[in-house]
């Protein structure tokens, strides 16, 4: 233990100097880039920089506005849900835009903001409210809606399938980017092809599986199939990293004696740290917002994402129908994994390129 | 041409061998291997004895070879395991108590002294007697079983489960007085016993009053036992006991049967009269009372007056405080099947044949008239027979191409009928396409014999008989596991049916915890929970198999090395030794472990389910599912090609969306990331972070919110036109759709000032246009993030290089970053190919897998292998029309959606792992 938290905390100073040495470097480079922006200016230059920078800027218009929407929307009490004095919910459901409807009868109904008269896409601040999430968080009348629930619920499946996911995958990597054995190429193969079967109709088999065992509504088993769906995928990844790590250490480990269990602990474990990040953080996000596996098998104690396609994808009639909700809990929930995506964006630039290059 | 086409054929040689040699090729020499080291071992037999020997002990006994070896050790886990499995198989089972069962059917025997349920009665159909069941000829009169007793030893039915008739039920008074029913006989209870309705029962406080019940009618008539015996009035009918049937009128049941039929009046008896002229007449009963012509008078009638009211009691007298109400006269109603002399045969009547001024207005109902059992529902759909000149369809306002419901009647499942020894049993219902020759006269068999729906999608049950299937009644977790896979259940039932019958116990579909006292393989078998639980015992005796052969192994080569080297391995040294050469595969092991259970299993299952017949239509557990070979693959091309045509639109649709959404992805990726890593940009980190966001948002976030702003109801898209231009510029905009040729022409009002359609059915082209710009929105940033990471790989001597060669800052873009880009995500661009060829959420959560109705020519609706809803929408791909198929509640075609899945992961899986042999790393061995 001693050892290996040394070679850990060598680890992390190693990485600390090279990120300095980095830091270093760019600001060098930044310094350049204004020395000779101002020495070789000319007007052709200028042209193409203003180019550049008005493309960049209709780009972020495009990607901004819908997102704007849904924040705006949000926030923005639109008169769908009015609390009352006494304690009550009143939904305002009425169709409150008054220009003709093309009503296709083929196209399956489904609520539109806009029917609550909300335009903008730029927030509105005097209609600020928080009663949407009033609404979200509080309204409890049906057990399949207590937001709370199942948001601790989803906490559980992600933190369980993290721990698991991380485990498996890179035991699995290790082996299969370490050790030579009888079968490897086949097992390979078979992690590769097995998770191209299209999965609905194993959620079929996983539901009668599920039924034989009384697992249903069982948040640990869900997590099992997540599990088990996950782990091809990131053991490719992690076997990707692993063979780019230089052997000299392990192979140095294994001729001082060390067994293969200290060679995997002390050696192996820090050195895929990194790559252990990547999967553990992808590991935690996904459960959040799955909709088809869990509406399927948790209906009674549903998790994050079936209560929020429940404000959004059921029919005009239901009294719960109300996309505004959607859109708030949706924010809640996607705010923290986008932050969390933007942090780790270098691991994830890292992890796509392991994994996508190497198989 | 010569060259390429040359080229192409060596090409696809190469693929072709490629995928024989790790596919059959692999399973060959795997057996192969196995094979070739059990004949080393038998060949090796001679030369090592003993430990042939041993190897054969732990063959038999698990454990035995390891304890002879003098490895306790191994031979201890071995031996339990062994015990484990032994265990788990003997306590699930019933064999200990299959010996006595089928050797005595044992039943309570105290049914059968005097006071008994069963004393003295008689043997009756499905009675079994030594293993026999006892058919209706058996009791007949020159029946091997007639006029015998039951005794100790028959099987038959309890007490508390029936009820048997005594005199008194079958008296006056009983319940089952008049009915088919005969002291003795037993009957069901809570069965509906036939009633026949009194005067009090439709009578103003009685249960019928105002009824569409006469008196005299029937309730409801369950054919009995002795109706089908020989005597019986259905015996050689194709009705068997416990049918339901409608009630045919007789000529008996027109006469008066009611409790006053032709009774004298009698001293106390209250009449009504009316009063006539006579009575005021001078001499007249009632001179002078003041009363007039057509007054009620009620009297009662006494010794005196008796003579002046002579004769049978009349309607509207009273008799004992009770009101004697005429009797209505009972019209014919609509529903009610009539013979037609002008057709010369029935008819059945509609609501506009008996309504004010129709010829069968208020006409009454005769003998031979067919009325609906329980005066609610109506009668059986008309059979072939009973409109026999007809089409089945003929004249039912049905129109060709219209799917309609069709339940198969007992004549359609008896010898002449048209599904007769087809799968189908009786009340199997499913949809039947009408076409032309079901309208037209004289032509259904032409059309029953060419269905496609007979073979393919038949449900077949195998009646329950007399039969005893072992496994079923008695086999452990592993037997009865294994039984299920290859039968998937043999027992069905229909609920309340009590011609469903299996070792003389009526088949029940559910177990109440009051049904506990019935033996266990009275419960109709369930086959879906059979394959599931088939599977799983396949998948553990598969992985219990490996462990055997290991055992076997393992005794084999222990004694074999201890004659090499004269020394027994000790525990320290064996665990040691599997630990450092096994290593790999133990930390290996729970991974595969878990994806065998929740991997493998569902796959095992949905590939199985290609193969069966299992639809929704099944009903399980009433019916069975069966294996059905390769006539799910058969449907693909089934129904005149309509099918593969809509195979066909689907794949060409999937195509187009996989090719086009990975490379606008591509494209627009490299694009951004070229620019960013541009040397006029700064704050590159800063422009990075805003682009990543589409990426960063969970995806069913984007796409439902998507999905709200291109919405027809004053979604945000129509809003922000609507506000900038009004009507001028949604008209404007329509128009330029329109000669874009991505905006709908039929639609009425297309160019209005309504709000555009974007996913509409019409407007398809617009809305795939829609999708696979919504696809590009949220897709861009991974290649972004991608070809900025391979970007920055370059090495900057290349650039430097073209530097002093001069080349300018486009020809170094054009030369080496493009192409080392390219060189770099090639593979990425092939597994999104295949990524988006499956991506099931763009499709599904952006258009809802709607419009249903799939107009690939001008006009009608089509539907897929003859069942509602199951033809794919206007976007569907592949995998969401699977999904359709197999998960949309009015659908749930789950055989067919499986037969498409397996094509689905055949084209993925083989272009994913051809296209990975090809990536030289992969393979590399380090």
Redesign the interface.
Same mark, same amino acid.
């Given at each position: 233990m001693k050892n290996f938290m040394h070679a850990l905390k060598e680890w992390w100073k190693k990485r600390r100097l090279a990120k300095a040495e980095l830091r270093q470097e760019k600001r060098i480079q930044r310094r350049s880039f204004w020395r000779n922006l101002v020495r070789r200016f000319t007007v052709r230059k200028m042209i193409m920089a203003i180019i550049t920078y008005l493309y960049l800027l209709l780009c972020v218009a495009i990607v901004i506005v819908p997102i704007m929407w849904l924040v705006s929307a949000a926030f923005t009490n639109v008169g769908a849900i009015i609390f009352n004095a006494d304690g009550s919910v009143t939904y305002n459901l009425t169709n409150q835009n008054a220009l003709t409807e093309v009503v296709d009868t083929y196209l399956g109904a489904q609520r539109s903001i806009g029917e609550y008269g909300l335009f903008p896409f730029v927030p509105d601040l005097s209609k600020f409210s928080l009663n949407t999430y009033q609404f979200l968080l509080t309204y409890d009348a049906e057990p399949s809606f207590d937001f709370f629930k199942a948001f601790f619920r989803t906490l559980g499946v992600a933190t369980l399938n993290t721990i698991l996911v991380v485990t498996f995958s890179s035991l699995t990597g290790f082996a299969f980017s370490r050790y030579r054995f009888k079968g490897k190429k086949g097992a390979l193969l078979t992690l590769l092809t097995l998770q191209m079967f299209p999965a609905f109709m194993g959620m079929i088999a996983i539901l009668g599986i599920f039924e034989t065992f009384g697992w249903r509504d069982n948040w640990v088993a869900l997590t099992f199939i997540y599990v088990a769906g996950a782990i091809p995928y990131n053991t490719f990844i992690v076997r990707g990293y692993m063979r780019n790590v230089s052997k000299s250490l392990d192979e140095a480990a294994a001729i001082d004696g060390a067994s293969n269990l200290q060679i995997l602990v002390k050696v192996i474990v820090p050195l895929a740290v990194p790559i252990m990040g990547f999967i553990a953080v992808n590991a935690f996000m996904s459960p959040w917002l799955d909709y088809i596996l869990p509406s399927i098998i948790m209906n009674g104690k549903p998790t994050v994402g079936v209560i929020l396609y429940k404000y959004i994808g059921g029919t005009v009639s239901s009294l719960v129908n109300n996309p505004v909700v959607f859109m708030a809990g949706a924010l809640l929930i996607a705010v923290p994994i986008m932050l969390v995506q933007i942090y780790m964006q270098k691991y994830i630039v890292f992890g796509l390129t392991t994994g996508g290059e190497k198989g | 041409m010569q060259n390429n086409i040359s080229k192409l054929g060596q090409f696809l040689l190469k693929v072709l061998k490629w995928i024989y040699n790790?596919t059959i090729y &692999?399973v060959y020499s795997f057996f192969r291997k196995i094979v070739q080291g059990l004949i080393r071992m038998v060949k090796d037999w001679k030369a090592n004895p003993v430990a042939f020997r041993r190897g054969l002990r732990s063959f038999f006994i698990p454990g035995w070879g390891q304890y002879k070896n003098n490895q306790w050790y191994k031979a201890i886990p071995f031996f339990v395991f062994f015990l484990l499995v032994l265990t788990v198989e003997l306590a699930t089972s019933r064999y200990l108590k299959a010996f006595t069962e089928i050797k005595n059917y044992p039943i309570v025997t105290q049914d059968m002294i005097e006071g008994g349920a069963f004393y003295q009665a008689y043997r009756t159909q499905g009675t079994i007697v030594n293993g026999y069941m006892i058919t209706a000829e058996d009791i007949e009169a020159e029946g091997d079983y007639f006029g015998e007793y039951r005794q100790a030893g028959d099987f038959a039915f309890v007490d508390n489960i029936f009820n048997l008739l005594d005199a008194t039920d079958v008296s006056a008074t009983g319940d089952f007085y008049q009915s088919p029913y005969q002291a003795g006989d037993v009957t069901k209870k809570g069965d509906l016993s036939p009633y026949m309705l009194t005067a009090s029962d439709i009578g103003t406080s009685g249960d019928y009053y105002q009824s569409l019940f006469e008196i005299g009618d029937v309730g409801i008539y369950i054919v009995s036992n002795q109706d089908v015996a020989a005597n019986g009035a259905y015996f050689e009918t194709y009705r068997k006991a416990g049918d339901r049937i409608a009630y045919v009128v007789t000529a008996q049941d027109l006469l008066p049967v009611g409790a006053y039929f032709e009774t004298n009046r009698a001293i106390g008896n209250i009449i009504k009269y009316i009063i006539t002229s006579e009575d005021l007449a001078v001499g007249g009963l009632y001179e002078g009372s003041g009363k007039a012509v057509g007054d009620i008078v009620y009297e009662t009638l006494t010794a005196g007056n008796i003579d002046d009211y002579s004769g049978y009691l009349i309607a509207g007298d009273v008799v004992g405080g009770t009101l004697l109400l005429a009797p209505q006269v009972d019209y014919r109603i609509s529903g009610d099947i009539v013979w037609d002399t002008n057709i010369n045969g029935y008819r059945q009547l509609s609501s506009a044949n008996v309504a004010n001024g129709a010829s069968y207005y208020q006409s009454p109902r005769q003998a031979g008239d067919i009325i609906s059992a329980d005066g609610i529902n109506k009668p059986v759909l008309m059979t072939q027979a009973l409109v026999a000149d007809q089409g089945l369809f003929f004249g039912s306002g049905y129109s060709q191409g219209m799917t309609v419901p069709y339940t198969l009647t007992v004549e359609d499942v008896s010898e002449g009928g048209n599904y007769y020894q087809s799968f189908y049993a009786r009340n199997d219902s499913f949809y039947v396409p009408i076409d032309e020759f079901d309208i037209l006269p004289n032509q259904i068999d032409i059309k029953i014999e060419e269905g496609v729906y007979r073979r393919a999608l038949g449900v077949h049950a195998d009646n329950a008989s007399d039969r005893i299937y072992f496994f079923r009644d008695y086999g452990g977790w592993f037997t009865k596991g294994i039984w299920g896979l290859i039968t998937l259940g043999q027992i069905p039932t229909k609920v309340n049916d009590q011609s469903s019958w299996y070792r003389g116990w009526p088949i029940i579909v559910f177990r109440s915890s009051s049904q506990m006292d019935y033996p266990a393989w009275v419960e109709a078998d369930n086959s879906?929970?059979l394959?599931? %639980?088939g599977?799983?015992v396949l998948v553990v005796t598969l992985i219990l198999l490996v462990l055997f052969i290991g055992n076997v192994s393992d005794a084999y080569h222990s004694q074999k090395l201890y004659e090499q080297t004269g020394k027994i391995e000790d525990p320290k040294k064996w665990v040691r030794r599997i630990?450092?050469s096994y290593? #790999?595969?133990i930390?290996?092991l729970?991974?595969?472990l878990? *994806?065998a259970?929740?991997?493998? @299993?569902?796959?095992?299952?949905?590939?199985l389910?290609a193969f069966s017949s299992w639809t929704s239509r099944v009903s399980v557990p009433e019916s069975l599912i069966n294996w059905v070979g390769f006539s799910g693959f058969a449907q693909v091309f089934a129904g005149n090609g309509v099918n593969f045509k809509y195979f066909g639109n689907v794949f060409i649709w999937t195509m187009i969306f996989a090719i086009a959404a990975s490379l606008t992805c591509y494209i627009v990726g490299m694009i $951004?990331a070229l620019? @960013?890593q #541009?040397?006029?940009?700064?704050a590159k980190k800063l422009?990075?972070? *805003?682009? *990543?966001?589409?990426?960063? !948002?969970?995806?069913?976030?984007?796409l439902?919110?998507?999905? %709200? !702003?291109f919405? &027809?109801?004053?979604?945000?898209a %129509?809003?922000?036109i609507?506000?900038f231009g009004g009507t001028d510029l949604l008209i404007q905009i329509k128009g330029i759709l329109y000669s874009l040729g991505l905006y709908g022409q039929e639609q009425a009002g297309a160019f209005?000032? $309504?709000? @555009?359609?974007w996913?509409?059915?019409v407007n398809y082209k617009l809305g795939r246009l829609l999708i696979i710009v919504i696809n590009l929105?949220i897709g861009y940033p991974?290649f972004m993030?991608?070809i900025?990471?391979?970007l920055t790989s370059i090495p900057s001597d290349m650039y430097e290089a073209a530097d002093i060669d001069g080349a300018s800052s486009l020809q170094k873009t054009r030369f080496i970053t493009i192409p080392w880009i390219l060189r770099?995500?090639t593979?990425?661009i092939i597994?999104t190919l295949?990524h988006n060829f %499956?991506n099931?959420g763009v499709i599904y959560f952006l258009t809802?897998s709607?419009?249903?109705?799939y107009t690939w020519t001008a006009a009608g609706t089509y539907t897929n292998i003859g069942v509602p809803n199951s033809a794919p929408s206007i976007y569907d791909i592949l *995998?969401s029309w699977?999904?359709r198929l197999?998960?949309l509640t009015t659908v749930r075609e789950?055989n067919i &959606? &499986?037969v498409y899945?397996i094509i @689905?992961?055949m084209m993925?899986?083989i272009f994913?792992?051809y296209n990975?042999s090809r990536?030289k790393?992969?393979?590399e061995?380090?």
């Open positions: - | 790790h &692999a879906t929970s394959l599931t %639980n599977v799983i630990w450092d290593f #790999s595969y930390i290996v729970p991974t595969f878990l *994806i259970f929740f991997t493998l @299993i569902p796959f095992t299952f949905s590939f389910t $951004q620019v @960013i #541009s040397k006029y940009v700064v422009w990075r972070t *805003i682009f *990543i966001l589409p990426w960063a !948002i969970p995806s069913l976030v984007t439902l919110m998507f999905r %709200n !702003i919405s &027809a109801y004053g979604g945000l %129509n809003q922000v609507d506000s209005s000032g $309504q709000y @555009i359609q996913f509409g059915l929105w991974y993030l991608l900025t990471g391979s770099a995500t593979p990425v597994t295949t %499956n099931f809802g709607v419009p249903a109705t *995998i699977v999904y197999a998960m789950y &959606a &499986a899945s @689905i992961f993925v899986g994913s792992v990975l990536v790393s992969f393979w061995e380090d």
